[in-house]
């Protein structure tokens, strides 16, 4: 049986996961050892491990979700009518971003490192096409994830319609068998294995060119997301399950942060392995701990967020445009926040939140929403017209106005 109906509980955890975005990009600037477009003087240390625990799952997650997403925009859609759709919802907003609303991070960035020219006298820079960070001003920044999503739909639009199509009944029969027990978990295998084989060798860039390990890394996510919501077993085995997948999640990330915290770990004086398969074990971790939480975030969303509320569809049509423009708004921010003096970090950092919560929302709410341009160009559905009440004849009632009613009463 397929799911056809879409899962609240998906919804759900798409909100939070941008919501988690939003926290961990408004810690980029007060965290130790992470680099960043602006950076205040003094810098957190546990900041950076709450960033790091943050990093291991949250676009993990994001892309898991989106398989279900690209799931159910095939249902009734041949595959050039999804590509489409995809150019329109992902690409467009893309160009959008790159053109219109990255430009002004990179010029903050430029002001905070000596440049003292207009943002229109630098803004022509962009379409020199020179790529940042190596001098240039042409960039996607954060919306890579947009970027990386659109591509993978362009590859796997035909191999999704065949999942979804009645052709592949027999493969959705084989799948259900890794709902019995917790063979579901075996999907964690590929992602796992790459990333322990390549992870050192090709660390993450985001730019596609040369991020061979995380493109196929996050791309595995995504697979995940459309072949357990493909064969509904599998969503119902994560969801009995997910005890144990956080138990994965958790067990793993204490070993991580024990041996990180100590100094035992590869290229480390203390690391006490001089054998790769001890290098590719701990690398194994990472993906470990991302697949337990992603999984056990699955399973633990499906039993306790699967219904529906009233503020959940507005919550959805927002989340889009507010991850396209929040780090926008932090870096516009930040570049400020930074020079403020004797505050601590903590308040910085809670201030920095809150005003790109509010800055981005009534962005999104007030120019954005009830515009039919702009939710075009940020990857919005058109707005629906509202629909007239239809009156049925037996619905009709004379009106009777009695004598002793005055012109005022009726008015």
Known sequence: METTQRQTYLDWLRILSILGVLFFHSAMPYAMDMDWHIKNRETSDLMMESNLFLHLF????LFFISGTVSYYMMQRRSTLSFIGLRFRRLFIPLLVGIFIIVPPQIYMERLAHGYKGSFWDWYPSVFNF????KGGSFSWHHLWFIAYLFIY???FAPLFSWMISPKSDGFKEKLAALAKGKWVYMLMLPGIVWFALLANKLPETNDLVHD????VYWLLFLLAGFICILQPKLMDSLERNRRFALTIGFLSLMMWECLRWNGVEPGHPQWPFHNLLFNYAFSALRPIIAWGWVLALVGYGKHYLNRPHRVLN???Q????FYILHQTVIVLIVYYIVNVPNESILSKYIYT????????????HLLIRPFALTRFLFGMKPKEKPKAAKVQPE?????????SLNLEQLT
């Open 318 to 321: 927002a989340v889009y445009p």
């Open 314 to 316: 507005y919550l959805n």
């Open 212 to 215: 061979g390990c995380y493109f």
């Open 353 to 364: 939140v809150g005003i790109t919560f509010f800055v981005s929302v009534l962005t999104y």
């Open 395 to 403: 619905e009709i009632k004379p009106v009777v106005i009695h004598s």
């Open 58 to 61: 949250r676009m993990p997650l």
């Open 153 to 155: 739909d362009l590859l």
């Open 130 to 133: 020179v790529p940042y960070p």
